[in-house]
């Protein structure tokens, strides 16, 4: 099945329900309050989708969104941005691709970050490769979506507030579909 911005919101919509790891949001709820927040810091288009879609990954590899607790690591980085790639292209793709290496990236460049993680952030860190050594962060210091991946990282540890109210998903649906219609003129 070719993916489209229609499949992604339909996935989303249609999937999204669950509960996000041991937090008090949604799937949803929580790519919603991504892209709020994403959108509120003026980060650009194609970052707000990557922050509404980042997480798509869970969705696209199945249902649970809490294999941490099992031991196992989804990848959801690498499927998310396989799927996303091919419809947005690597200033969605990207960001999304490294947003799991930018929590590794943090916890090994500042110590503290760590406590400020939720506890199934912290359960998936160890599985995802735990904290960067020296040598990884200045391998990650070059890479070209650096700083949004951070910034998406960033915003991932704080999309996590129970009962907060945020724009509905259809709210981003268009910006979608004019950064799809962008890539696919490019390609």
Do not use: W
Not at 124 to 132: C, D, E, I, K, Y
Not at 147 to 174: F, H, M, Q
């Amino acid at each position: 099945m070719q993916l489209t911005t229609g499949t992604v919101f339909d996935l989303m919509a249609n999937r999204g329900t669950g509960l996000y790891g041991l937090s008090a949001v949604t799937q949803l709820e929580h790519a919603l309050q991504s892209a709020a927040l994403a959108h509120q810091r003026q980060l650009g288009d194609a970052l707000v989708i990557a922050a509404l879609l980042h997480d798509v990954g869970h969705l696209v590899v199945g249902e649970d969104v809490n294999l941490a607790a099992e031991g196992i690591d989804d990848l959801h980085e690498e499927a998310a941005a396989k799927a996303l790639v091919g419809i947005y292209g690597s200033g969605v793709a990207e960001p999304v691709r490294l947003h799991v290496a930018a929590k590794r990236y943090l916890c090994g460049a500042n110590p503290d970050y760590y406590g400020k993680l939720s506890q199934d952030s912290k359960d998936s860190l160890a599985l995802q490769g735990g904290p960067m050594t020296a040598e990884e962060i200045a391998a990650f210091d070059r890479l070209e979506h650096r700083s949004a991946a951070l910034a998406l990282r960033i915003i991932d540890d704080e999309a996590k507030v129970a009962g907060l109210t945020t724009p509905p998903l259809e709210t981003y649906r268009a910006m979608a579909a004019r950064l799809e219609a962008a890539h696919h003129a490019r390609v």
